[in-house]
């Protein structure tokens, strides 16, 4: 009974034991995000010991407190009045007023970059204490207080243009490096509106071959003292008073009617272009109609010399190939009369000789002998024709009679 006492006792003391510990372990051991900075406060030292691994960490009884690594932090709360907006809420927009006297509220978010080593976490811990009292008290009223050096840098037209762009990169600069040391200066310059010159104060940035970016500063950035870094700013939209959105309204329509009427006066010039261009377009087609015309009626002119010199060809051979034929007969004819004829046909011969000389004389119409006049039973005159005739026929009838 005695020992089962004893085994009771020395159970529950165990149990204790490893319950304590097991409490304690979360007080011993801290299990670390990697995502996040820890700084832990040692009881006894009270020296600070940074974590920037995730995993197990011996915390051993200490206060430990954690940082974002990186944070994106909005400066987007605004609310409309009766002049305007204003900042409100826990991320109020931040405030500027513009060198024309324009007032706006920005609206946005950039990205903060704490630092990993542990001097400048543990002066961060030391000074504000949590990652909350760090975006208060350093981080928001570092942005207010650039945002509204950069306002005196631009018109607020300026900020409505391409020109934003120059108010993200003023805003993203001073942030890590410090706010601009300006020059205010008196300049004279056109109202777009209302088409007269107006006197406006507008802020030159200094320049200093030896300060951050090559222009003097105020003052050293905040962040530059705590190791922290800025990401770029995101602009994500400018809420103006009611008398400056009147003004970039009207600006708006006067800019719209200029690019109009540029518009419409490049129309225009496209047109009379386009005009002048099928001008002479139409005078180079006709042109083009008119040598073709002339081509026409060249090529058509050497066709019909071409057919006249062939017909003249043909002609000329038609009248050789007539004399041929007759040379030819000619000659067929002198050497049938050479191998010699029956008496018949050379009579038949003669005959036709004499009258084809005949004919060739009548045809001259020259009267190479008189004409004898025999009266026939009609009444009908003989020529030389019939006198030949006749005489050949005589002539035959001796032959034959012989």
């Known amino acids: 009974m005695e020992m089962m006492s004893k085994k009771s006792i020395l159970g529950i003391v165990v149990g204790v ?50 940082y974002s690594k ?58 504000f204490g949590s990652e909350d009292a760090l975006i208060d008290n350093l981080v928001r009223p570092t942005l207010y207080k650039v945002v509204t050096a950069c306002g005196p840098l631009m018109s607020s037209l300026e900020s409505v243009s391409d020109t934003r762009t120059d108010l993200i990169a003023y805003i993203t600069d001073q942030l890590n490096n410090g706010v601009y040391k300006t020059k205010a200066v008196k300049t004279e310059v056109l109202n777009d509106l209302t088409g007269e010159m107006e006197t406006r104060s507008q802020s030159i940035i200094l320049e200093d071959p030896n300060a951050p970016g090559g222009y003097a500063r105020q003052e050293i950035s905040p962040f530059s003292q705590y190791g922290i870094t800025c990401g770029l700013v995101s602009i994500l939209d400018i809420k103006y008073d009611a008398a400056t959105q009147d003004q970039i309204d009207a600006q708006k329509q006067a800019n719209l009617a200029v690019i109009t009427s540029k518009t419409k006066s490049i129309e225009a010039m496209q047109r009379t272009l386009q005009i002048t261009e099928e001008g002479k377009a139409a005078a180079e087609k006709a042109k083009w109609e008119q040598e073709r015309e002339k081509a026409v009626a060249v090529t058509k002119a050497e066709q019909e010399r071409e057919v006249a010199r062939l017909a003249a060809e043909k002609a000329k051979f038609e009248k050789e190939k007539v004399i041929a034929e007759g040379q030819a007969q000619a000659e067929a004819n002198r050497l049938k009369v050479a191998a010699g004829l029956t008496p018949q046909e050379r009579a038949e011969w003669d005959y036709k000789t004499a009258v ?46 012989k």
């Open 17 to 66: 034991i490893a319950v304590v510990l097991f409490g304690a372990s979360f007080y011993i051991f801290e299990d670390a995000d990697k995502s996040k900075n820890y700084v832990c406060q040692m009881p006894i030292t009270g020296n600070y010991k940074v974590w920037t691994d995730g995993g197990l960490q011996m915390q051993m009884f200490g206060s430990v407190q954690s």
């Open 70 to 127: 990186t944070s994106q932090v909005e400066f987007s709360g605004v609310e409309k009045n009766q002049t305007g907006y204003v900042g409100v809420g826990r991320t109020p927009a931040a405030a500027t007023t513009f060198n024309d006297k324009g007032r706006g509220m920005i609206v946005g978010s950039f990205r903060v970059v704490l630092p990993t080593d542990e001097q400048n976490m543990s002066k961060i811990q030391r000074d």
């Open 356 to 401: 084809g000389i005949a004919q060739a004389l009548a045809d001259t119409k020259v009267s190479w002998v008189p004409e004898i006049m025999i009266n026939g039973k009609d009444g009908a005159s003989n020529t030389a024709m019939d006198a030949v005739g006749l005489n050949m026929l005589m002539d035959v009838v001796k032959k034959q009679t």
